[in-house]
């Protein structure tokens, strides 16, 4: 009966258009009053309480350096770096998104940010070029979600956050599926591009002007670097890290490239503050309900449903990412991880499974959502710019879907992808 109060407010609060942070704290509400233990202060101690986590603090710096790269013009100099690399082959504006896009979620950890930055330049160029409209804009927001997977990703934050795992790892359990997911992405849009003549091949370009941009973009470059070393070294905790590159992006924009202007660093305070505020509140309303997720047993309750699947882990991994995926396709990612891990955690821990394996598919799966209709957020980023409708692009997206459903697949079947290099990297 809990399980259907909790669901029964939270899908209600949200069909009536709800927030969703508000429909958390109503859900939460709804159990309070089943249970008979109805508190404000509880529930006033426990909305501050998680916003008050050192851990979350990693979230508005990230988000702040999303905003000085873009404006400080290092996101240029990165797509120009990619376009001087493989711009010349067939195909090889698709091939400079998926580089870029890699290079991108070293940068800001938010697949949004990524797909809106890149498709700007990238998605009037491709179409310009003769490419395939529904494929070329297809491929933004399928390469954008890789900003999800490596480090340092946002929704690993969250999920390290909500179920206690350790952030770092999840970090360095993302670098190698990540990768996988660029590669595959490249493989499918080669196949799809190989015998395409219509397309307008560019120039290519001279040692010099390869030279020239790799100087140009070198300092873009050092981040993703300077982060993955110092989490891997212990020099400094994600949170710390944020704020490194926050420092970072800040210097390069003002001092280096010299495209940000100190009169415009209001703007993107303002800009960073007003997103941090939407992810924190949600963090907040989803502590309410955990705590009484927790209180009314509903792990319990989902590990009887699904208890004869415990035994095999394999088959629970099945089980568990068809039902993340559907629940992807309606919701979005952040309500998602914060809705879902403090029911699931408790059934992937009685199964034995490594908790950090889980967070790392758990993390892709919900990021595939973010590209599947009908809710798909970054979808629509894409749908926005290349001023197209959902339906046509979901047409052009199936190759690229289908390699993220195999990537993921590759990881369930085989955990030592993740398990063997997260071991290396944090000893």
Same mark, same amino acid.
């Given at each position: 009966m809990t399980l259907v109060i909790f669901l029964g407010a939270l899908f209600s609060g949200m069909a009536l258009g709800m927030p969703i942070a508000f429909a958390l704290l109503l859900s939460g509400i709804c159990l309070m009053f089943y249970l008979d233990i109805f508190s404000t202060q509880i529930i006033a101690q426990n909305v501050i309480q998680a916003a008050n986590d050192f851990s979350l603090m990693a979230?508005? +710096? +990230? $988000?702040?350096?999303?905003? =000085?790269?873009? *404006?400080?013009?290092?996101?240029? %100099?990165?797509?120009?770096?990619?376009?001087? #690399?493989?711009?010349?082959?067939?195909?090889?504006?698709?091939?400079?998104?998926i580089i870029a896009s890699v290079l991108f979620a070293g940068l800001s950890g938010s *697949?949004?940010?990524?797909?809106?930055a890149l498709g700007a330049i990238l998605i009037p160029m491709m179409i310009k070029a003769g490419y395939d409209k529904k494929r070329a804009i297809a491929l933004v927001p399928s390469s954008g979600i890789i900003a999800c997977i490596i480090p340092p990703s946002i929704p690993m934050i969250i999920f390290g956050v909500t179920s206690g795992v350790s952030i770092t790892q999840l970090f360095m359990a993302g670098i190698v599926p990540g990768i996988m997911m660029a590669g595959g992405l490249a493989i499918a849009w080669w196949l799809i591009t190989r015998k395409d003549t219509n397309i307008e091949v560019l120039p290519? %370009?001279?040692k010099k002007e390869v030279l020239s941009a790799?100087? !140009? *973009?070198?300092?873009? =470059?050092?981040?993703?670097?300077?982060?993955?070393?110092?989490? %891997?070294?212990?020099?400094?905790?994600?949170?710390?890290g944020g704020a490194v590159a926050a420092f970072y992006a800040l210097f390069v924009g003002v001092f280096v490239y010299r495209e940000l202007e100190i009169k415009n660093l209001y703007e993107l305070l303002k800009n960073s503050a %007003?997103?941090?505020?939407?992810?924190?509140? =949600?963090?907040?309303?989803?502590?309410?309900?955990?705590?009484l997720i927790a209180l009314a047993n509903i792990p319990g309750t989902i590990t009887d449903l699904i208890g004869p699947l415990v035994e095999n882990k394999l088959l629970l991994l099945i089980v568990i990412n068809i039902l993340v995926l559907l629940v992807g396709t309606a919701m979005d990612l952040l309500p998602t991880v914060l809705? #879902?891990?403090?029911? #699931?955690?408790p059934v992937v821990t009685a199964a034995g499974i490594d908790p950090v394996y889980f967070g790392l598919l758990f993390v892709i799966n919900i990021s595939i959502g973010l590209i599947t209709p009908p809710v798909g957020s970054v979808l629509n980023v894409a749908c926005g710019i290349g001023k197209i409708n959902m339906e046509d692009i979901t047409k052009g997206l199936m190759p690229f879907f289908l390699v !993220? $459903?195999?990537?993921?697949? #590759?990881?369930?079947?085989?955990? !030592? $992808?993740?398990t063997i290099p997260v071991e290396w990297m944090t000893d």
């Open positions: 979230i508005p +710096f +990230f $988000i702040l350096a999303g905003e =000085l790269m873009n *404006a400080g013009g290092i996101s240029k %100099r990165i797509v120009t770096f990619a376009m001087t #690399l493989v711009g010349h082959v067939r195909g090889g504006l698709g091939y400079v998104t *697949a949004v940010a990524d797909t809106a290519k %370009r001279t790799t100087k !140009q *973009a070198i300092w873009a =470059l050092l981040l993703p670097v300077i982060l993955i070393c110092g989490l %891997r070294f212990g020099v400094f905790t994600p949170t710390e %007003r997103t941090t505020s939407i992810v924190m509140f =949600l963090a907040s309303g989803s502590l309410v309900a955990a705590w809705i #879902l891990t403090p029911v #699931l955690m !993220q $459903i195999i990537v993921l697949l #590759l990881l369930i079947l085989f955990p !030592q $992808i993740v």
